[in-house]
């Protein structure tokens, strides 16, 4: 990226539209809207004008506002056209735009990373406008949105006024070692206020996983031997024919994926190959292998059996809920309807003729809202997160082994807590993360 250049992008969306948005970032965008428009407008003002292109000619009445820097969304000068939203339309002002001296197409992201380099985000705002703008659920949304509004940024930097604090009292008990009343009250208020930080890190780390799973959705894994109704039964509950479904045992050989909301949260539903003891061919085989990741990676495991070929779950695995399909089939008197697997649920259904499976949609609802409660306050929600409040922890753990004859060290512990929780806003130490997190994001933004 070249912060010198003046970028632009449709940052509405390609194809037909009532209004298409076109911005400009950079030194010449004052110079690019004068030229389509004449006089600039007056700043921070919508204002109708005749677009005109380089050869005289009209291209369009739009709506335009002059935005000069430094107080914009990226930090620089910046410009936006509201033109009418026709394909042709859009295409000439691109090339109008791509014609201009010190003018680029912008490339993904680079709207934000520019407004990162200006400190107008920092990471962790930044991370939440990514997320925002591929939020699909009001969950996502209210999570993305702690992020993007500073909230989250604002506990962490609490945090770290903590740890300096506590590093403050450190140097203190150093610096007034020989007085052994002011030392030891010192190191002893450090070291409660190191274990109150420790307490709260570790609670946000415990949430973690729940958090993240509303940002990225759930992800059920339907698994279960060969020809139980397993296909079936996701048709069943995306109410379209998402997978094949055939009498013929092995018909499914990869992961199939439907997506549904379940409470509120994107749910990617997944039928997978059945696992039975010697596969038939090397494609089942790698099925199976891929069966068996899927599992590995499931937020909830429902195993299907079938009334008429019963089959225990592996050992390897255990299910949250146990689906006993094709209970059409079953006489009312059977004792399987009874018996439940210890520490699993138990529902009889037909994925046929539709019977139990209001009863396995209402026991997905309450899981995933059993599993998600109480992460509408979460702090940590990516791996990126995870990582910084790990070391954090594990450096306040140092911290509080250290004893009075080895303050300098425990000094050092916290500065090193406090710097891995300052990777997390972009204070230091981020390079390595920016091209990741700025890839994620569409051009224009």
């Known amino acids: 990226m070249n912060p010198g250049k003046t970028i632009f992008a449709l940052s509405s969306g390609s194809g037909r539209a009532g209004i298409a948005v076109f911005r400009l970032s950079g030194p010449a965008s004052a110079a690019a809207l004068a030229a389509l428009v004449g006089a600039l407008p007056e700043p921070r003002r919508f204002s109708q004008r005749r677009l005109v292109a380089s050869d005289g000619g009209l291209l369009d009445q739009a709506v335009v506002v002059w935005l000069p820097g430094p107080g914009t969304a990226t930090g620089e000068d910046m410009a936006e056209f509201h033109i009418h939203g026709g394909p042709a339309l859009i295409a000439r002002l691109l090339r109008e735009l791509s014609a201009m001296a010190g003018l680029r197409l912008a490339e993904p992201g680079e709207f934000t990373r520019r407004a990162f380099d200006n400190e107008r985000l920092d990471l962790l705002e930044v991370e939440g406008l990514s997320d925002l703008l591929a939020a699909e659920s009001e969950a996502q949304r209210h999570l993305a949105m702690r992020q993007f509004s500073g909230e989250v940024s604002g506990q962490i930097e609490r945090w770290r006024g903590g740890l300096f604090e506590s590093v403050s009292l450190v140097e203190a008990a150093i610096d007034f070692a020989e007085e052994d009343d002011v030392a030891g009250r010192a190191f002893g208020q450090a070291r409660a206020a ?27 894994v339907i698994a279960g031997a060969p020809n139980v109704g397993k296909s079936s039964l996701l048709n069943a509950l995306v ?57 590995s990676d499931a937020d909830i495991l429902v195993w299907v059996e079938a009334v008429d070929q019963p089959e225990e779950h592996p050992a390897a695995w255990t299910p949250d809920l146990v689906v006993l399909n094709k209970a059409d089939l079953m006489p009312r008197d059977s004792i399987r309807i009874s018996n439940d697997q210890e520490g699993t649920a138990l529902l009889r259904v037909s994925a046929k003729s539709g019977s139990g499976l209001d009863a396995l949609r209402a026991w997905l609802g309450k899981e995933v809202s059993r599993r998600l409660d109480g992460v509408e306050h979460a702090v940590v929600v990516r791996e990126r997160h995870r990582i910084a409040v790990s070391e954090s922890i594990r450096f306040l753990n140092d911290a509080l082994q250290r004893r009075e004859d080895a303050l300098e060290i425990m000094a050092e512990d916290m500065r090193n807590a406090a710097r891995a929780l300052a990777s997390l806003t972009g204070r230091m130490d981020v390079e390595e993360v920016l091209g990741r997190i700025f890839a994620d994001f569409c051009i224009g933004k």
């Open 194 to 220: 190191a274990r109150t930080l420790l307490d709260e890190l570790t609670d946000a780390l415990a949430g973690s996983e729940r958090a993240e799973a509303v940002r990225r959705g759930l992800r059920v």
């Open 239 to 295: 109410e379209r024919d998402a997978a094949i479904v055939s009498p013929v045992p092995g018909t499914t050989r990869d992961i199939i994926e439907a997506s549904l909301m379940i409470a509120g949260i994107p749910v990617s539903l997944a039928d997978t190959a059945g696992l039975r003891d010697a596969a038939a061919d090397a494609i089942e085989a790698e099925g199976m292998v891929r069966t068996a990741r899927a599992i």
